[in-house]
Structure formats: C-alpha cells, structure tokens
C-alpha cells in the first residue's frame, strides 16, 4: 500500500507565494504520476495540475497555468507544488494524488486515481 501525506499549507496573504510537498510512503517503488486537485466549501474536487516520469509530462488547468508549477522527484516520489501570486480565491483544500500509469486522456479525472492524500488547507487571505 502506499500513503500520500500533503506537506505545506497554512494562511498567506495575496500575493504570496507557497510550496506544497506530497510525502509517498510504502510500496512506492512503482509509481509513476502525481496530481494535485483542490476543494473548496460546497465545490467539487477539481483538477489543478499533474505529472508523470521525471516530470517530462505536465498539465495544468487553465486557471493555475502560469501561476502554478508541478514538479516531481521521482527518485524520493515526492510531488510539490509551486504556488505563485496567491488570490483568495485559490483558497482550498488541496490533495494530492498518485497513481502506477499515466493517461493522457484522463489524468486530470478524480477518478484516475486510487492514492490520496489526507489534504492541507491553504488560505490566502489579506
């Protein structure tokens, strides 16, 4: 089994800038892609940006492109997430997800993956 741990969350101010961490322990030896999604009171889950390999493969949603960056150490299979130019409106619970393949079609589904991550809460806040 392999658990995800969320490392890096807490209250920022707009316009600040945060790294979030996703810790993989266990059987992690065949995992291959990473995710981060997000949810905010009375939303759905939502897809914010992946990774796959040694980070040759990357996607994002169009509201974080360019303001967000996803990166992987696939050696330590840790996942971060660079967050940049923080908005109130970023703030949310954000997961972090694993999974053994990669999809191009599907990888920013909720479904695609069976790992997650507990979530850390961010808040962006003056």
């Known amino acids: 089994q392999v658990q995800l741990k969320e490392i890096g969350g807490g209250l920022v101010q707009p316009g600040d800038s945060l790294i979030l961490s996703c810790v993989a322990s266990?059987?992690?030896?065949?995992?291959?892609?990473s995710a981060w999604f997000r949810q905010s009171p009375g939303k759905e889950r939502e897809f914010v940006a992946s990774t796959a390999g040694r980070a040759e493969t990357t996607d994002y949603s169009g509201s974080v492109r360019g303001r967000f960056s996803i990166s992987r150490d696939s050696e330590k299979k840790t996942a971060f997430l660079q967050m940049d130019d923080l908005k109130p409106e970023h703030t949310a619970v954000y997961y972090c997800a694993a999974n053994t393949f990669y999809s191009q079609n599907n990888h920013h589904l909720a479904s695609f993956y069976g790992t997650w991550g507990q979530g850390t809460q961010v808040t962006v806040s003056p």
């Open positions: 266990g059987s992690t030896a065949d995992l291959y892609s």
